[in-house]
């Protein structure tokens, strides 16, 4: 008989005594997450991993919200502790994070230091962000200096 899917993730947990993270010894994805093949087949027909924190944190503590993700208070990518797991809008998830960006934005302040106020926030066309607006003057100023070099090289 096969183990059900509680079984299967509890005989690759290591449970961190001191720091109280139950950490997966399975498959891993690039950015450290526990996987597990649920034997679900996509639209591609090939079975995708799942993520093992989401599966557990259903499990012990019910439905992840639409439109939320979970958290990982602990900061520990390949910890399934539901109780170090809180679901969030993806916003408050990468500004509690520990990215660059995410730094920069909690200081108040764009990477090169100017700061981000309503005034000096460059809303980006593409709807991918913001920048700080003198950065963006600045960087435009180059991009031109940059431009009439090259027509000068040319001519």
């Known amino acids: 008989m096969l183990p059900s899917l509680p079984e299967r993730i509890a005989s690759r947990l290591r449970v961190d005594t001191i720091a109280g993270c139950w950490l997966w010894q399975g498959s891993l994805s690039p950015a450290g997450y526990g996987r597990i093949q649920m034997g679900r087949r996509g639209p591609s027909g090939h079975s995708s991993p799942d993520y093992v924190h989401r599966i557990v944190y259903e499990l012990l503590r019910g439905t992840i919200p639409e439109g939320l993700v979970i958290d990982h208070l602990c900061r520990v990518p390949s910890c399934c ?3 170090h797991c809180e679901p969030v809008v993806q916003r408050i998830n990468f500004l ?3 990215s660059p ?3 920069w934005i909690r200081q108040g302040a764009c990477k090169r230091g100017h700061p ?3 005034e000096n926030r460059y809303a980006r066309p593409d709807g991918k962000g913001a920048n700080c607006h003198v950065c963006v003057l600045i960087r435009a100023k180059h991009n031109k200096k940059k431009a009439r070099e090259r027509r000068k090289s040319v001519a």
């Open 81 to 83: 502790n539901p109780a």
């Open 96 to 98: 509690r994070g520990e």
């Open 116 to 118: 981000l106020t309503p």
């Open 101 to 103: 960006a995410a730094q």
